[in-house]
């Protein structure tokens, strides 16, 4: 991949808030064009995830029945749900979609999923932590972003958006031609086996505080999840870095990457 280290970067934050002792996971939605390897970059980083469940598809019984009746995800052995390509369920029977979407909306911002509601033979409650990350390009999200809005969907996740320059068009291309795309392999990173609380001073808070409110400013709403979400990725970036605290430098990778977490779409 050529040029895409701030995105890189992010999903590592993300996978890592699974490791935050006093953080929900966090999620992502990549937002680019078709071609930009958006599947790539959530493949390299989380097929080989002990943390992860990975899928190219996925329904909402699927995942309930392929995680232990959710047991994993509760007992913290999986923090995060990866779909690589979330066009792959939209594709379904609308109420097959519609049942998704509302199971992911409560797996990821409350907790707690009614499990009679998805799974028929199962009557209980479970509560979970779980991140989701995906990706999707531009069109297809703006066609459901406002029903996604109106349930709280489109916040439950931090988007995460690119384009690329005319000048890395070029760079992609030559990679090709060499044929060095064909000695990228998949990527681990090390993170903790047990969770870590990092602590987060007030100051360092209020300098978060811009963006969550710039975020907010787009999908209509107060702006409380993105500040909690954005907190939780500053934490995730200091544990990245080996911090016990976010410091000035957490701060100044946050607002470098800021610049992509955004439906903006800006050039690298």
Known sequence: MISVEPIETIIKAVLASGRLGDERPLSA???????CGKTSIIR?????????????????FGIIRDSNKLQDFASGKLTHIVIPD???????????????VHFMNSFIEEGVVN???????????????????????PNPLYDKRRHWTDIGFMSRALPVSFDYEISTRIKILDFIKNQEHLAEALETFNLPKESRAIALPYEM?????????????????????????LQGFAKAVALLQGKGHVDEECIR????LANYINLDGHKI
Do not use: W
């Not at 390299?44 to 909402?60: G, I, P, Q």
């Open 115 to 137: 499990m009679s509601t998805y799974a028929q033979h199962l009557k209980m409650d479970v509560e979970v932590k779980a991140g989701f990350i995906t990706a999707i390009p």
């Open 253 to 256: 990778e946050v607002e470098r």
């Open 44 to 60: 390299k980083y989380c097929l080989k995830a002990e943390n992860v469940f990975y899928t190219t598809d996925a329904t909402a």
């Open 86 to 100: 979330l066009l792959t369920c939209l594709g379904r029977k609308q109420d097959t979609v519609k049942t998704f």
């Open 29 to 35: 939605i990549i937002v680019a064009p078709v071609e």
């Open 205 to 229: 808070a209020q300098r978060i505080q811009p963006y969550a409110l710039l975020l907010a400013a787009t999908s209509k709403a107060y702006g409380f999840r993105y500040q909690r979400q």
